[in-house]
């Protein structure tokens, strides 16, 4: 039975017309390497990534409850929070969109028990109940709101193994569930806290999945296959599935909710669909408040890691880790601070730059919220490649652990590969405050570089454009400016 | 479906099922049947988990039971008169000390992450206290046990009582 296609976002509040960048250039990798494409169309693809990081993942799950208690001996934190976060967050997202989200083994199982096959193209109904997700939540402020969460509790999911544990063990079950009750990818689309921040994120990488060319899409009046699946054969489809992320490639212009699982290459009759690259920043259109506040919140935990993981701030290091210090006052203060400076306090600070903004612009008959939502932007690659000085320090730093724990991943004394007992070296650690004020920095001309191409999508005209963007370039300075105090401090 | 499909699709349910099975059973492998064999076969090794927060223990000191319940406590090992007796010794949080000084031996380093191992013959009758020499946790006072070296005839009986009942 056909069945509508509900685009994540659609509840956002408010909604901008694609901003075109004028003159955007994108080569056809699919063209370019015909064997990547014929991988991509092949059923087994997913499969294939999903099924080594199954392995690692379940293995971590083991070392995370059997293993040494102590973060530093157990393979669990430092494969996970140094070397897997930082894979993520430096390479995998700004480079390669939402490829994790094809490779990401913790919903794996749900999708394969609805589809009642791992491989196969199953026709038939999905198992469980087949629900549409709520329409009052087809938005991403549960992701807002569960990595908020997780966040204030960081310090001991980063040092704890068995808490680790609990929350990558619960996201798998709690997937699992999910896809029994719901359609589709419902939950990685809408709840998973780790697919919230690498859809806007995603934003920024050089690659995309989109239709070849629009019109032969609107052109084509049939059952699409990328919108409701197709049997292998069909109109010379590969046969696959309805894409799982609600999307519909004909109209789909951003990376944000596109998991780069390949149905859609299976799926579409028309061949008219692949993997183009692009320059970085490509997509620059924030659809609603919930994409403004993850950009709000990310940016603002990007400041409170640094603080807590790796500042000298021994007071607010001691409230974060809770059931160490048992400071539960001290906790109650941390929590209420970070949750109201990443849902009220920074995007008050947003509101009033994008007043002075729209001050600055004369555009009266323009309402404040577009200013407000379409400059939330620039905190895209500026929180991404804040985020990526973040975590450098974590790899550069404690990165030695990753040879020890290798060797030794349940800290019980093993030596399986000879660095087992390789000392805790720091990789140039003088270096670390230069590279992150380097890292800051590329992320400041990205965002404003792409900040002008948002005030362009707002005003045609040149001169208007760059009257809104300057008082939005200074709050972005000054935001640089105070990361670099509290990474260097 | 193509060939690659075709293989992949026949050999997917076992691998993902040989992968939930052999990841845990190698674990186990290394741990209870390899390294116990690098060991001389008439030696005693016994294995004792050190933590600042949970004492001394023969039982693992894993990430589960470390922060939700306590370790039994160790509080006596026995050996026979003569027996070449092996003590691994873990750390599963910081620094501690071993001590054993009627058999000469005064501090051994037990480091986070690693096996100290200690070894001597039990040539001395009776039960001696080995404890830890670092002041490393809350139940550091707590961490000290016996060593009793018996007769082995006496062992033996003592082994044949505990089985009859």
């Known amino acids: 039975m056909a069945e509508p296609v509900a685009a994540p976002g659609v509840e956002s509040e408010v909604e901008e017309k694609a901003v075109e960048t004028p003159g955007r250039r994108r080569i056809d990798l699919f063209e370019k390497f015909p064997r990547l494409r014929a991988f991509a169309q092949t059923r087994s693809f997913q499969f294939l990534l999903i099924l080594p990081n199954l392995a690692v993942f379940y293995f971590f799950i083991i070392t995370g409850i059997w293993g040494n208690p102590m973060g530093n001996q157990n393979i669990t934190i430092i494969f996970i929070w140094i070397l897997w976060w930082f894979l993520l967050i430096a390479f995998l997202v700004p480079l390669t969109s939402r490829l994790w989200c094809t490779m990401c083994p913790l919903p794996a199982a749900g999708e394969w028990l609805q589809r009642q096959a791992i491989i196969e193209y199953n026709p038939a109904k999905p198992m469980g109940l087949d629900k549409w997700w709520p329409k009052r939540f087809k938005n991403i402020w549960l992701q807002n709101f569960g990595f908020l969460l997780l966040a204030l509790f960081s310090v001991l999911l980063v040092t704890r193994p068995l808490v680790t544990v609990i929350v990558v063990g619960g996201i798998g079950v709690l997937s699992t569930i999910l896809m029994l009750i719901y359609k ?7 709840l998973c806290p780790v697919s919230g921040f690498q859809g806007l994120y995603a934003m920024f990488a050089p690659i995309e999945i989109r239709s070849v060319e629009k019109e032969v899409c609107s052109a084509h009046k049939g059952k699409k296959g990328c919108m409701f699946g197709a049997k292998a054969g069909d109109e010379g489809a590969y046969g696959g599935y309805a894409c799982p992320w609600f999307e519909y490639v004909g109209t789909m212009d951003r990376n944000n909710y596109c998991g780069l699982c390949m149905e859609c290459m299976k799926t579409c009759q028309k061949d008219n669909i692949s993997l183009f690259l692009r320059p970085f920043a490509s997509d620059t259109r924030i659809k609603g408040y919930d994409e403004a506040w993850k950009a709000f919140i990310m940016t603002v935990l990007a400041m409170v890691y640094s603080i807590t993981l790796l500042g000298p701030y021994g007071l607010v290091k001691d409230w974060a880790n809770v059931t160490w210090s048992g400071e539960v006052k001290g906790f109650l203060i941390y929590a209420a601070s970070v949750s109201s400076a990443c849902l009220l306090i920074f995007p008050g600070i947003h509101l009033l730059f994008s007043y002075v903004s729209k001050l600055f612009s004369r555009a009266q008959e323009l309402p404040l919220k577009k200013f407000f939502v379409a400059y939330s932007y620039l905190l895209v690659p500026f929180g991404l490649l804040a985020w990526i000085a973040f975590s450098l320090p974590l790899l550069m730093v404690n990165g030695s652990y990753i040879l020890q724990t290798l060797s030794d991943p349940f800290g019980w004394g093993w030596d399986l590969l000879g660095t087992g007992h390789f000392p805790w070296t720091p990789f140039y650690p003088e270096t670390v405050p230069h590279l992150q004020a380097l890292i800051l920095l590329i992320g400041l001309v990205f965002s404003i570089r792409s ?5 362009r999508g707002l005003f045609p005209d040149r001169e208007q454009a760059i009257r809104s963007l300057l008082p939005m370039a200074a709050y972005m300075v000054v935001l640089t400016v105070g990361f670099l105090v509290f990474f260097t401090a | 479906m193509n060939r690659l499909d075709k293989i992949v699709s026949r050999l997917a349910l076992p691998a993902v099922l040989l992968t939930l099975v052999v990841i845990p059973a190698s674990a186990w492998w290394y741990e209870r049947v390899h390294l116990p064999s690098q060991y001389p076969k008439d030696a005693k090794v016994f294995t004792i988990w050190w933590s600042g927060d949970q004492g001394m223990s023969l039982n693992r000191i894993t990430a589960y039971n470390y922060w939700l319940k306590r370790v039994n406590q160790l509080e006596e090992i026995r050996v026979e008169k003569g027996d070449r007796v092996v003590l691994r010794l873990i750390s599963s949080d910081v620094y501690h000390g071993f001590a054993l000084p009627t058999f000469g031996i005064n501090e ?30 809350l139940v550091h006072p707590e961490m000290k046990a016996k060593l009793t070296v018996v007769e082995p005839q006496v062992e033996k009986v003592a082994q044949a009582e505990l089985l009859a009942q």
């Open chain 1, 184 to 190: 589709r990818r419902a939950f990685c689309v809408y």
């Open chain 2, 108 to 137: 051994v380093l037990v480091k986070p992450g690693e096996v100290s191992e200690v070894e001597f013959v039990a040539d001395k009758l009776g039960s001696f206290l080995f404890y830890c020499t670092i002041r490393c946790g």
């Open chain 1, 451 to 455: 900040g002008y191409d948002v005030a």
